[in-house]
């Protein structure tokens, strides 16, 4: 029985992806972004797949990244991506990415996010300033 859930809300993705409906609402795992609405808008000269990450958290983000697989008729997908930084507590973040005017579907294949203050985020930090540093130490030598 576990399987056809995870059939049913696989189909659920796909139905959700031609629509322009709210019903999209995607929750990364772990985290509180979620991702409000996608959809494909422009001419077929200048098509666009735009959308809203909405941040659910009181967290900030130093980073968050939304990543789809596009269709173009029956071919393979390939993917495209999109990240933005410092996503604030409550905030919206509206993506836009350039799509080939073939596209004809959409599916997210992922919603992560790095807050500030994480592991991660804190060892980038550090080469930012150790960069810096780097630079001062020469500074002071000329």
Excluded at 25 to 54: F, I, N, W, Y
Excluded at 119 to 131: I, R, S, Y
Aim: net charge negative.
């Amino acid at each position: 029985m576990p399987q056809m859930k995870q059939i049913s809300f696989a189909v659920a993705l796909c139905v959700a992806a031609l629509t322009t409906s709210p019903a999209l609402a995607e929750t990364s795992k772990d985290s509180g972004l979620q991702l409000v609405s996608a959809q494909l808008e422009g001419s077929k000269s200048d098509r666009k797949l735009v959308g809203v990450v909405a941040n659910k958290s009181a967290n900030v983000y130093a980073k968050v990244e939304v990543k789809f697989k596009v269709f173009e008729g029956s071919a393979e997908s390939t993917e495209k991506d999109d990240a933005t930084s410092d996503l604030m507590p409550g905030a919206n973040w509206n993506f836009r990415m350039n799509v080939s005017k073939e596209v004809t579907r959409f599916e997210l294949s992922s919603l992560s996010g790095i807050t500030k203050g994480s592991d991660h985020a804190d060892k980038d930090d550090d080469k930012d300033n150790e960069g810096k540093k780097d630079k001062d130490n020469k500074n002071d030598r000329d």
